[in-house]
């Protein structure tokens, strides 16, 4: 999903996570974290480099709710720091380390002492000697430990302080910031020396033949008034169900395990709501209030449980605006970059619109009554909102009347329009049949003025200024014009384009232009301001070439879905299966691998979601569950050969299906009484 500021990559001003931030001397820049070893368990981060070495370089170091609680801990043996030979991640919370140390006795090229670190999201680290030296071994073992208590979003901008004087504190070290704020660091085994001015803990390591030598630190925070800290613990692991993919393509298995242990990772409390549970858009930029993202995260994520979705609804519904004026009803968000050619886009449109959407369909994977009723009445004031949102040319504008229209809003009004019509119809409400009324004279308005007509067939326009002028410049928002929704008897939903339309545009997505190869393009390459790490300008953004994919194979759009899924999934491989939110959005050539973007986030809730997705529209579910049916619409040229997910949720109760190698969808679990549709 788009990063926070109007510029580039970032926070919005004010953002808990990054405070401070916008005093940097280049507003919008920030670290390069793009080879960075992150391990999250929210609300705690670590940062790596590969070496395992926290030197306080760039964001490195370990984090509790933005506070940098360790950013130094540099291990030596015998005087040498290890040889780095590995570092990668093996959890969404955890990442190994492996070098190795040359001892003194050692003679010719090979190593006698391997050095391993398993560090995790909360600091605790644990460091393993194991000698393979033909005699015994006894080795000074030393670790330096240092912070600065400082803010994230001082450290992104270069503006954190010096480090501040240890104190020997137990068997560690501890320091405190002038604000009262504390971290410790506590050994085991205790070290045999601690030398506070320098930061230091010693030990003295023995190791016969064979032999290891283990010790473990612990980093601890102290709560102080501006970081109260978690206070409620993780969210348990009942928010999202355990699914699993098999097949004849190995890396599926491998990707959809990585992306829900970041989901879970992703996870995070309102402390003054500790029932409600929503995911932070990305780390390390994004982790504080329920926003936009996370909307869609748990919609993507339905088919592992419509939990996750029904809190951060009750999360957002809390915020929704309700003074009486023309905002009411609206759910506030900040401005995000809408690309070269429109002002910033204001993501709390982009959540009302969802709100009654995402209730609507949840209700159809098997949301539980009593969520529904609770919730009805939010999606209702966001309707409300909508009816008197609209334009004098009738369309749904987010900057007051200066502002233009865009395509993207449009659809997203269709959306939660047609949907809110199914949702108030299932629930005994008024209304159902005036906003399909609604929806269907805006798909009018839409074909007549929202398309430009040109010899190929034409496209959709970017925008509608004011006074009628069409901006035409294709990106990867026109995705969301596929995206109509999911209806009764697992259906689609009518969409605001015609049939011709809808077929020039998946002509339009899937060309050299859109297509990068490795997935869609914010932006397309003969469009000016194109540029291949704009996230908005030409960067491949995985949520929309996601949404795409369920777009064009709703629409029949076989082909171009496949091609679009398999780009997306080999750029999966290439990131370790843990995709980021976006990637520059150069050509793919034969041998080449997608180029990371600097100041992406990853783990990205948008981005680990939108693999539940790819991998759900690849089985082809499409659940009813007040219908009792559930029906399967496989891709059948079976792109990536036999294909079994099971573990999902669908009315409730696991459920599992299976695509062979000629496209033929089998149900194999689901809840009792669930009917196969159509």
């Known amino acids: 999903m788009a990063p926070s500021s109007a510029q580039a990559p970032g926070p919005p001003a004010g953002h808990p996570s990054l405070a401070g931030a916008t005093g940097a001397s280049r507003p919008g820049e920030l670290p390069a974290v793009h080879d960075a070893l992150i391990g999250v368990a929210l609300p705690a981060l670590a940062v790596s480099s590969r070496h395992a070495q926290l030197t306080g370089s760039g964001l490195e170091g370990v984090y509790l709710s933005g506070r940098r609680l360790l950013s130094r801990c540099v291990l030596r043996v015998a005087g040498r720091e290890p040889v780095p030979l590995q570092g990668r991640s093996t959890a969404a ?81 501890r320091w405190t910031a002038a604000d009262g704020s504390a971290a410790a660091v506590t050994a085991d085994p205790p070290p045999s020396d601690a030398l506070a001015a320098a930061g230091l803990l010693r030990w003295e390591a023995e190791l016969a033949p064979g032999d290891s030598f283990v010790l473990t630190l612990r980093v601890r925070g102290e709560r102080t008034a501006r970081h109260p800290g978690p206070g409620v613990g ?54 504080g209030p329920v926003t936009a ?3 869609w995260a748990a919609r993507m994520a339905l088919p592992l449980g419509t939990r996750l979705a029904v809190t951060t609804l009750h999360a957002l519904a809390r915020t929704r605006l309700r003074a009486p004026g023309t905002a009411s009803g609206r759910i506030p968000g900040p401005l995000r970059d809408a690309g070269p050619h429109l002002p910033p886009r204001c993501t709390g ?39 008197g949102a609209l334009d004098d040319d009738g369309f749904v504008q987010e900057q007051g009347p200066s502002g233009p229209a865009r395509a993207e809003t449009q659809a997203h009004a269709h959306r939660a329009a047609v949907l809110g019509a199914d949702l108030l ?52 928002w026109a995705a969301h014009l596929l995206d109509t929704g999911l209806t009764a008897g697992g259906r689609p939903a009518p969409g605001l384009l015609d049939k011709a339309q809808t077929e020039r545009l998946a002509r339009l997505l899937t060309s050299p232009a859109m297509d990068s190869g490795w997935g869609l393009r914010g932006l397309g390459t003969k469009e000016p301001g194109y540029n291949p790490f704009g996230h908005r300008s030409g960067a491949v953004r995985v949520h929309e070439t996601a949404v795409a994919v369920a777009g064009l194979a709703a629409a029949g759009y076989e082909a171009e879905a496949a091609a679009l899924l398999r780009g997306t999934l080999d750029a999966a491989a290439a990131f370790d299966h843990r995709l ?89 679990e689901a809840a009792p009484g669930l009917q196969l549709g159509v």
Not at 431 to 436: K, L, M, N, Q, V
Request: some cysteine; charged content about 25%.
């Open 93 to 173: 919370d955890r990442a190994d380390f492996l070098g190795v140390v040359r001892t003194p006795g050692d003679t010719g090229p090979d190593p006698g002492l391997t050095v391993e670190r398993s560090r995790e999201a909360d600091g605790t680290e644990r460091i393993t000697l194991r000698s393979s030296a033909a005699r015994a071994l006894r080795l000074p073992v030393e670790i330096a430990l240092g912070t600065d208590l400082a803010d994230l979003g001082a450290v992104a901008a270069g503006r954190q302080g010096p480090e501040l004087s240890a104190s020997v504190h137990g068997t560690g070290l």
């Open 234 to 287: 993780r969210p348990g692991g009942h928010i999202l169900a355990d699914a699993v993919a098999e097949g004849d393509d190995p890396r599926l298995g491998e990707l959809l395990r990585v992306s829900t242990d970041d989901l879970r990772a992703l996870l995070q409390r309102d402390p003054a709501h500790p029932a409600d549970v929503h995911l932070a858009a990305g780390v390390p930029w994004r982790c």
């Open 293 to 295: 993202e996370a909307l």
């Open 349 to 387: 449109v982009e959540a009302t619109l969802a709100f009654p959407t995402v209730l609507a369909e949840a209700r159809r994977w098997g949301l539980p009554e009593q969520d529904l009723t609770e919730l009805l009445p939010t999606a209702e004031r966001c309707l409300e909102w909508l009816r």
């Open 425 to 476: 119809d299932a629930c005994g409400r008024p209304g159902g049949d005036t906003w399909r009324e609604w929806a269907r004279a805006l798909r009018d308005r839409f074909r007549d003025r929202f398309w430009l007509d040109d010899p190929h067939g034409g496209r959709p326009a970017l925008a509608r200024t004011p006074d009628g002028r069409l901006l035409p410049y294709l990106g990867s």
């Open 580 to 668: 980021p939110e976006m990637y520059a959005g150069e050509r793919r050539t034969s041998g080449s691998l997608p180029v990371p973007h600097p100041a992406a986030c990853r783990p990205a809730a948008v981005a680990a979601a939108a693999t539940v997705q790819l991998l759900t529209v690849l089985v082809g579910v499409r659940p009813d569950a007040p219908g009792r049916s559930v029906a399967l619409h496989p891709l059948r040229s079976a792109p990536l050969g036999e294909v079994r997910l099971s573990g999902l949720r669908v009315a409730g109760e696991p459920f599992a299906a299976r695509v062979g190698r000629l496209g033929l969808g089998m149900v194999e």
